[in-house]
């Protein structure tokens, strides 16, 4: 079995043990969280701000489908994929392509991160990257 890597670093762990988490920041000054990571925060415009874990679940706010053949992966299809953003309960809001059923996704369902296989890169490592499906 290849190497797993993320496909981008610093976006989300990857635990040999429990479920992955996104990596964000915290303002130090307001507490204002955000992601992807931020060197400044963009509410009160505070540069200390320090690193921090973020949820794994979180609320559908909003999505769409998405009937386009090139994505590439297992997430495309005759029905198309869905993309949406999720609201994490620290604050931030998340976009994501989301997997399951495109009919299926119901603004306010709870829905949780996984991990997903994106392709190989040079050295032969599986690449990974999140998305969020519902909770079962």
Do not use: W
């Amino acid at each position: 079995m290849p190497e797993r890597v993320p496909y981008e670093e610093g976006y989300f762990t990857m635990p040999d043990a429990g479920p992955p988490q996104l990596c964000g920041t915290r303002c130090r000054r307001c507490g204002e969280r955000f992601y992807p990571r931020r060197h400044a925060c963009a509410r009160c415009c505070e540069i200390d701000v320090e690193d921090v874990l973020l949820s794994n679940r979180g609320t559908l706010y909003s999505y769409t489908i998405l009937r386009a053949t090139s994505f590439g992966d297992s997430t495309t299809g005759a029905n198309g994929y869905a993309a949406g953003q999720i609201d994490l309960p620290e604050g931030p809001r998340v976009q994501s392509v989301l997997l399951g059923d495109p009919g299926a996704f119901r603004i306010g369902m709870a829905m949780e991160m996984v991990l997903e296989p994106a392709g190989t890169d040079r050295e032969g490592r599986e690449l990974v990257m999140y998305r969020f499906r519902p909770v079962a």
